[in-house]
């Protein structure tokens, strides 16, 4: 089986290295070959022609054929449609030379390539659903609520929902929501998989052969209740709502260290940490390396998320989540995300804020304190990651079975996808 991935991010993006690449390998050790198409952002800039052909060369050796484009932004739809347009003549190219069968698409953007294609050229397209895009640009504020904007990309996701042959969801809820009283196939047998952010045990095995206390000296925090917050600020990552609750955290216990690790602009958090009574050795905010990420988990206590609780977040599945679980960390996060709801309660592996006030705040701390004490936390909260978030196991298991499903039907078999484009 030949697939081509269609990724609207560049290939050294986090994301890109953290969920794609991995997932792929996945695939690849399915003996499924996987071509990749990303989207460079200033690629003159940041790219040779001898870096390319590096990376190119270094990944093919793990049997995965990179191709990539320039990622255009200003303006921004004119931009997007003209990074469509030269990402389906080069998919339609790479599937006639290569005799993909299948397209496969991650987001809304990648998928309209990926329809243009098929319609052009056949084959059979599955559309990953990285989330509710119309509704996470409305929620964020970007597009205006019910604007020509939203409304076009809902008469192209309803296009893209009648031409995909299979489906990915990042969580149950939003399986409920696109497809209600479906499970594994769709009203027209189409395979549907809920598969959540992953992550890849293996970055977390050296630091957890490490000493936590050992870590914790080298890092300055011996003595310190510290929380860690990784991720972006602004949007629907609540930035305010996330200081003032280690603020509070901060005034009930001094020992209480703030370590925020983004790729954000520092600043203004540092003074929203300063401005709320925090010391400037109280915190730290900034960027780490992300092979560095599993040692700074490891050496906290806790950790946050609170993520504005909108229709749109429903789809969600926060990597940050995995990792803190895989780091065996208990969570701190508000309700109304994604399955993240019935993950903490169930596998009692976290704390869940019903609003943003200062007395729920004290609250989550009170309950937080309580299940601390449990020795067997930190192995729960890391059972949990391998049950629930385990890139092999879980990821890339289901993403498998959805390419053999996909295939199981006589005319998704594997002889039609060898007599595609037959010469």
Request: with cysteine; aromatic share 10%.
């Amino acid at each position: 089986m030949k697939t081509l991935y269609l990724c609207y991010f560049g290939l050294r993006e986090p994301l890109v290295q953290t969920q794609v690449l991995p997932y792929l390998r996945q695939l690849v050790g399915d003996g499924t070959h996987v071509s990749l198409l990303t989207f460079e952002p200033e690629m003159k800039r940041n790219w040779s022609r001898a870096q390319i052909e590096a990376e190119q060369s270094r990944l093919a050796g793990e049997g995965l054929h990179w191709h990539c484009l320039p990622y255009h932004k200003r303006p921004s739809l004119p931009a997007t449609l003209y990074d469509v347009a030269r990402g389906a003549l080069l998919a339609t190219r790479l599937v006639r030379r290569e005799r993909v069968g299948v397209l496969h698409a991650r987001g809304h953007v990648p998928a309209l390539m990926g329809a243009i294609v098929k319609r052009l050229m056949g084959g059979r397209l599955v559309f990953d659903i990285r989330g509710f895009m119309p509704e996470e640009y409305t929620d964020a504020g970007v597009w205006p609520q019910n604007g020509y904007l939203y409304r076009g990309a809902k008469l192209v996701e309803r296009y893209l929902m009648a031409s995909s042959d299979a489906f990915v969801v990042l969580t149950e809820k939003a399986r409920e929501i696109l497809f209600p009283g479906c499970e594994a196939t769709d009203g027209q047998g189409r395979p549907i998989e809920v598969i959540p952010c992953c992550v890849d045990p293996a970055r977390f095995r050296a630091a957890e052969e490490a000493s936590r206390d050992e870590l914790r000296r080298e890092l300055k925090l011996t003595n310190r209740r510290v929380f860690v917050y990784v991720g972006s600020f602004g949007g629907w990552y609540m930035t305010d709502e996330m200081t003032q609750f280690l603020a509070l955290a901060h005034e009930q216990d001094p020992r209480t260290f703030a370590l925020i690790l983004t790729q954000s602009a520092p600043e203004p958090v540092r003074e929203r940490l300063r401005g709320l009574g925090l010391g400037n050795d109280d915190f730290f905010v900034g960027r780490v390396a992300a092979a560095d990420v599993p040692r700074y988990l490891k050496a906290s206590d806790a950790s946050i998320s609170f993520i504005k609780a909108c229709y749109s977040k429903l789809s969600s599945s926060p990597t940050k989540i995995a990792e803190y679980l895989a780091s065996g960390l208990p969570v701190v996060c508000n309700t109304g995300v994604g399955d993240l709801d019935e993950l903490l309660n169930t596998d009692r592996v976290g704390v869940i804020i019903r609003d943003f006030a200062p007395a729920s705040y004290t609250q989550a701390l009170r309950e937080l304190d309580i299940l601390s004490q449990d020795p067997a936390l930190s192995a729960r909260c890391r059972a949990s990651a391998g049950e629930r978030f385990n890139m092999e196991t879980v990821g890339g298991y289901r993403y498998r079975r959805l390419y053999h499903r996909l295939l199981e039907e006589n005319e998704y078999g594997p002889e039609a996808i060898r007599a595609l484009h037959h010469e």
